[in-house]
């Protein structure tokens, strides 16, 4: 039988936050373990860095020009015609997905066979003055009303007071763990372990709406990082000191509102989700030992997108900087089935678009020609080593900070559209970007380089931002191109 497929994806999480990578806070040792017996890749970005456009990449093998969505824009019909749960499903799997989708209509099964659904605090199913009865936040989501079951209709996930977005406050969970989204999404996705046709191989992707905000983790995770010393965030030389967009900036900005001790909160909460997602994954991989199936499973662990946390004076996510884009990625064989150098690290730089890619070369099923991403099997099996990109072209529209980016892990050129201002970051000497080298004279011919891998990227966009020799600020960024509306 083909090998069943585990996808595991977190919602925000850093790409730095594993002890195996040295982080002095975090404590994840069940994500270590995976690291230990697979495959870390150590450069690994979300070409599009908020929800939305990077899970748009991960069902879908496009990169952001192709599947559409290059910003963030709820409400735009997800239509494709190959999906990595499609595909699997057409080749014989059994296939589920568990926890958040972000898709659009939110119940769209993508090709999957079922979904059980929390995609957490989504604002058009929550405004009930705009909303269809079948878009309504209680028709849509499969936590809300088991939670509702166990604990009354009056309880909700608001009810701690907390932001859907808000990177800067956190209080612990009230009730007990077991009621936690975290924990569900992990007891949904041992069921489905129970109710699967054992006659198939299965694809489950089990997909956590934390680290990302509210910031609500267990009260023993909470205490634990907030009764510890706490790292500091990176703050570039080059970052804003005053909070001009008013979005809430650092206690170290000079009209910073973020006080210190709100902030040390804030961060100790982000630690704990992680922690509490960590021993959850142990729970899940315990659970597929008991039911026989952990040693036919591969499994891929990652994040849509990563969180700022304060690099840099900024939060959230969106941003084209390491804590924002660069996010974990391990893949993980339990069984040995393919024959990976366990322990072992690839630097070369890989993206979300080409989880769909790997995932169909392992279970032995054809990729289809829209698929952009690259199989990442052969880098696996370490059969060549030559790079399967140079490097990856990002972007994001985001108001007057719209953007693109390109990088191959070690070094990373950023413009930003509507302003014309540039970046440049050796990533090798400079892993969190505290020196803008873009006036660098000795990096002159590698910027220029970038600027003209980005213009060739760019030729064609219907935004206009190039004519195929320079690159023309002021052009006004789309959320979505205009082939998907």
């Not at 190959?82 to 939110?106: F, N, R």
């Not at 169909?360 to 199989?375: C, E, M, Q, R, T």
Request: with cysteine.
């Amino acid at each position: 039988m083909k090998p069943n497929i585990l996808l595991v994806m977190v919602d925000q999480m850093r790409f730095d936050c594993l002890s195996i990578l040295d982080h002095p806070v975090v404590e994840t040792p069940n994500l270590d373990e995976l690291a230990q017996k697979g495959v870390v890749f150590s450069n690994a970005y979300a070409a599009t860095p908020t929800c939305v456009p990077a899970r748009a990449a991960v069902l879908t093998g496009m990169s952001q020009e192709s599947h559409g969505r290059v910003g963030y824009e709820d409400k735009v019909p997800w239509n494709y015609d190959h999906t990595l749960p499609g595909e699997l499903a057409k080749s014989g799997y059994h296939t589920q997905a568990v926890g958040k989708m972000h898709v659009y209509p939110t119940r769209k099964l993508m090709g999957f066979h079922n979904i059980t659904l929390h995609d957490g605090y989504m604002h058009y199913n929550r405004f009930k003055n705009e909303v269809k009865t079948t878009e309504t936040f209680e028709y849509c989501d499969d936590y809300l009303n088991w939670f509702r079951d166990k604990k009354g209709y009056d309880y909700d996930i608001t009810d701690l007071g907390l932001d859907c977005n808000s990177s800067t406050m956190a209080r612990p969970w009230e009730l007990e763990e077991k009621y936690h989204p975290t924990n569900w999404t992990v007891q949904q996705s041992i069921d489905f372990l129970r109710k699967r046709d054992p006659s198939k191989p299965f694809f489950l992707k089990t997909s956590f709406v934390r680290p990302h905000p509210p910031f609500d983790p267990p009260k023993v995770f909470f205490d634990q990082y907030l009764n510890s010393d706490m790292d500091d965030p990176y703050i570039g030389e080059w970052a804003e000191l005053e909070d001009i967009t008013h979005e809430g900036l650092m206690p170290t900005a000079k009209k910073g509102d973020v006080p210190a001790a709100r902030l040390r909160r804030a961060r100790a909460a982000y630690y704990a989700l992680i922690s509490h997602i960590d021993y959850e994954i142990g729970r899940l991989v315990n659970a597929m030992q008991e039911y026989g199936v952990l040693d036919n499973t591969i499994i891929l662990f990652t994040s849509d997108h990563g969180e700022l946390l304060g690099d840099h004076n900024r939060f959230a996510k969106a941003l084209p900087y390491e804590g924002s884009a660069h996010i974990p990625f391990i893949l993980n064989d339990p069984g040995n089935l393919l024959r990976l150098k366990k322990g072992s690290t690839i630097d070369q730089v890989v993206e979300l678009r080409d989880i769909m890619p790997t995932l169909l070369d392992i279970a032995g099923v054809d990729i289809p020609k829209s698929v952009d991403g690259k199989s990442l099997l052969p880098l696996l099996k370490d059969e060549h080593t030559s790079p399967i990109r140079e490097f990856m072209h990002g972007e994001h529209s985001y108001g007057v900070d719209s953007y693109h980016y390109i990088t191959n892990g070690k070094e990373k050129y950023i413009w930003f559209s509507q302003t014309g201002n540039e970046q440049y970051f050796d990533l090798e000497n400079d892993p969190y970007e505290l020196k803008n080298e873009i006036d660098n004279p000795t990096d002159r011919s590698r910027i220029d380089r970038l600027r003209q891998f980005l213009i060739e990227q760019l030729t064609g966009r219907e935004e206009g931002y190039t004519d195929g020799k320079k690159l023309i600020v002021g052009k006004e960024p789309k959320t979505c191109l205009s082939h998907i509306r």
